[in-house]
């Protein structure tokens, strides 16, 4: 029988007809919002005069909110759950308002607590601690693709950019108003240019990822325009804009015009990563020296900067000729002759020569090894003069524009760079406002057009702002937004469960001067986030999006980290800085460039909150990863809940966590004493908030005695055992130890400290052992060791201390260790 094959254009046109005969209006845009239409409830300023809804259980309600919620409930014949236990609620509030867990002191004292403002008393603590803004300034971060480096194949690393994450955290922690915080990261060089804290805020723009070896500027200029105009739109507006980047957009009525005379607002927008963070005095002192530096050192500068500069020519022609025609153009154009266009390019363009001097130096070593050595032998003269050198204050990257006059925005053909349409100005979609065209004032420096787009962001007219952000922090406490859709508050998103509730937090969010810390104040006190979590059929709700109950979840990557550090005594609350790098799997690759990753010297850094942790974009921290972190290449709106082999894998197999239980079972002996029952109760006080009940604690005694037996058993083949931190250590040796740093230091050691020196206690007791007998060999310190550091002490057997450490490390991998409830 013979084989008959359709040629592949028939396929392509019968494909194409089959397309055409599909229904048009499917895929039809529905053009602009026309003017007197009625908006869409999300699109509307906000009503300050929302009627509480009135409700039958009355004393249920603690906040206005619980009504909203109440009302519903009650129209679907639902009763609300019953009050989560002072210990359920302490540790759920904690993780939401810290990402810690709290300590079994702190949960004793609630529970102590009968005053009727118990619970009030609690929140306030949590709002006042540093530590909420850390937990708060993540969740921004997220959502502003914070990195410490570039993306792209080369993913350098950004030095400066860690000053605007601690920028977010003292936000959160000074409470400062959220329309303020918006103004500054979206025009804070315009608004407030004199301010440094206003500079660094406008990090949010500069945090997009980037190419520094990109060879088509004019691609990578609209490239950023797009990501600023993406951006923006859908963390502060909750819209889906992007969709109208090469067409009208197919749901929303939002036109591809309006998409560029939005993104005309963001064009001028370039960045610079040199500025000062001196000012005043110390900004005249810093550089007065440096002045005084740079004079005793001319020469020998100079003989240096001549012996590079062949190869630095020859690098900058061969930079220059990898750049597209139209790029070299504007780079090449004399400053006199430069439009607002050019004078990105060639802007972008100085941000592409950084490191031009280190590839000088490595030419040079390659190809001409004379005078390489010359070079160095300079450099080594200009070493002597390192006293007159002010220490580097580091550096500030934040946006600039680089003139009051901008470059012209053009719609484009299918989004397509280089295929430009008719020339637009700034506005803003018919569908948010009446008033699209906003008031711009430009100044000396800048075209004023983000300060014009940031006073509306936070205007009366504009309701989405307000909404958008408090729906975002409802589903941080709740799992899921009022609209489920976080960031898409258009046709294609959710429908609101409760906006009533949502306009009414809104509003009252604004009225009480935009303070976050009052809005999560009346989430943490109302009924509605005090219910227990406790599982429950109800038919009309299954999917409890009418809050019947709370929401069970499971702790974020950096919750799991940092509580997991916390119980086991290990968490080290240094505050802001560059990033810390700690220790990773040997077998990891981090992309092929291992050794980008440098693990912190000092130890404490291995153990400070995640929020520190350097964000590679390309190869995060492997345990942040695995349990679904949140990717910086774009805004992350929500976490995702995954359940994969490798999150147990990763707390049941990896040393690193293995380490924290061994911390955590030497925390729990020297805390609980050596009565076996009180050490089970102190770790689920420290793990769960609460002490086990008989029949845990029956099956954990015998899993000890299981265990014991199984350590007792392999104890001959395993070359080491997993033994509770501080296991075997003599007391009187412990003792002397703190008392020697007492005497010396006026301060007890930390366990750093107290580890190197049993270490190297031990080291000395080794050594004593190969050393013949009647020697008696020096410790280093003038003195001599007189007893190895884990000298044989009284107390439980090896086997059944190991067995305590699989008991620890068993409960830091169940549900209720890595949930909350």
């Known amino acids: 029988m013979p084989k008959f094959r359709i040629a592949p254009i028939a396929v392509a046109t019968l494909l ?41 259980a009355k004393a249920w309600v603690r906040q206005p909110l619980d009504a909203f919620v109440l009302a519903r409930l009650e129209a679907q014949g639902i009763s609300p759950s019953p009050e989560a236990d002072r210990r359920a609620f302490i540790r759920r509030a904690t993780l939401d308002a810290w990402g810690l867990l709290p300590t079994p002191e702190e949960v004793n004292a609630f529970v102590a607590d009968k005053s009727p403002k118990a619970h009030e008393k609690l929140v306030d603590r949590l709002l006042a601690s540093p530590r909420y803004g850390e937990r708060q300034a993540r969740r921004w971060l997220d959502v502003s693709r914070y990195a410490d480096s570039d993306g792209y194949n080369t993913d350098g690393t950004r030095p400066n950019v860690w000053r605007y994450r601690d920028y977010v955290v003292d936000a959160f922690n000074s409470d400062k108003p959220f329309d303020r915080f918006v103004k500054e990261q979206i025009a804070g060089d315009e608004l407030w240019p004199d301010r440094k804290e206003a500079l660094i805020a406008t990090g949010f723009l500069r945090n997009l990822p980037d190419e520094i070896n990109a060879r088509d500027l004019n691609l990578k200029k609209q490239e950023v325009a797009n990501d600023l105009t993406d951006t923006v739109s859908s963390v502060f507006l909750g819209t889906t804009l992007g969709c109208a980047q090469c067409h009208d957009h197919k749901t929303e009525k939002i036109t591809q015009q309006e998409y560029y005379q939005f993104q005309a607002f963001l064009v001028n927008a370039s960045w610079k990563d040199d500025v000062s963070p001196l000012s005043g005095k110390a900004k005249a002192d810093h550089d007065a020296q440096l002045a005084r530096w740079e004079a005793a050192t001319k020469d020998i500068r100079e003989q240096r900067e001549a012996l590079l500069k062949p190869t630095i020519d020859k690098l900058e022609t061969d930079r220059l000729s990898g750049f597209v025609p139209a790029t070299r153009e504007s780079i090449t154009k004399p400053a006199s002759e430069r439009s607002a266009y050019d004078r990105w390019i060639y802007h972008r363009n100085l941000w592409t020569m950084q490191g031009r001097t280190r590839n000088a130096e490595n030419q040079l070593k390659t190809k001409d090894k004379d005078s390489y050595a010359k070079y160095q032998a300079l450099g080594e003269q200009l070493k002597k003069f390192d006293h007159l050198k002010p220490k580097d204050p580091g550096a500030i990257s934040t946006m600039v524009e680089l003139g009051p006059d901008a470059p012209p925005t053009r719609v484009l053909f299918k989004g397509i760079y280089d295929r430009p349409l008719q020339e637009v100005q700034p506005g803003l979609p018919a569908l948010w406002t009446d008033d699209t065209a906003l008031k711009i004032e430009p100044t000396g420096t800048s075209s004023g057009r983000r300060t014009a787009l ?35 508050f258009g046709k294609t998103g959710s429908k609101p469960t409760h906006p009533e509730l949502l306009d009414k937090l809104a509003a009252d969010f604004v009225k009480q001067g935009w303070s976050v810390k009052t809005l999560h104040k009346q989430i943490l006190l109302s009924s509605t986030y005090r219910q227990a979590s406790q599982a429950r059929e109800v038919k009309q709700d299954p999917e409890n999006k009418l809050l019947w109950a709370f929401p069970r979840q499971r702790l974020e990557a950096e919750q799991l980290r940092d509580s997991l550090l916390a119980a086991s005594g290990l968490l080290e609350e240094k505050r802001g800085g560059p990033a810390v790098y700690p220790p990773i799997p040997p077998n990891f690759d981090i992309g092929g460039q291992r050794n980008r990753w440098q693990t912190s010297e000092d130890p404490r850094d291995h153990h400070r909150r995640s929020l520190y942790v350097f964000v590679l974009r390309n190869s995060p921290y492997p345990l942040l990863e695995t349990f679904d972190w949140a990717n910086p290449q774009s805004p992350h709106f929500r976490r995702d809940v995954t359940t994969t082999a490798p999150q147990a894998l990763a707390l049941v197999n990896s040393d690193l966590v293995l380490g924290w239980s061994q911390a955590l079972a030497g925390r729990v002996i020297r805390e609980a004493g050596g009565n076996e029952g009180a050490q089970i109760d102190r770790v689920y006080e420290i793990l769960f908030a609460r002490k086990p009940d008989a029949k845990e604690k029956e099956k954990l005694v015998a899993f000890l005695n299981a265990q014991e037996a199984l350590q007792a058993g392999q104890a001959a083949s395993v070359k080491k055992q997993h033994l509770p931190e501080g296991w075997g250590v003599d007391p009187k040796l412990a003792r002397q130890i703190d008392g020697f740093y007492k005497a010396a230091y006026r301060r007890a050691p930390d366990r750093y400290e107290r580890q190197a020196l049993l270490a190297h206690l031990d080291s000395q007791a080794a050594k004593r052992k190969t050393t013949a007998v009647g020697e008696s060999p020096d410790d280093g310190g003038g003195t001599v060791a007189t007893a190895a550091a884990t000298s044989p002490v009284k107390g439980p057997s090896k086997a059944r201390a190991a067995a305590f450490v699989d008991l620890v490390h068993t409960l830091v991998n169940t549900n209720e260790f890595t949930y909350r409830f």
């Open 454 to 488: 940031a006073n509306w962001l936070v205007s009366p007219d504009n309701g989405l702002t307000a909404r958008v952000f408090v729906n975002r922090q409802w589903s941080q406490f709740f799992g899921r937004g009022i609209v489920d859709t976080l960031a898409d």
């Open 16 to 56: 194409a007809g089959l397309t055409t005969l599909s229904s048009a209006e499917d895929y039809a845009p529905p053009g602009g919002f026309v003017k007197g239409s009625e908006r869409p409830w999300s699109y509307t300023p906000l009503n300050p005069q929302v009627s509480t809804p009135a409700v039958k």
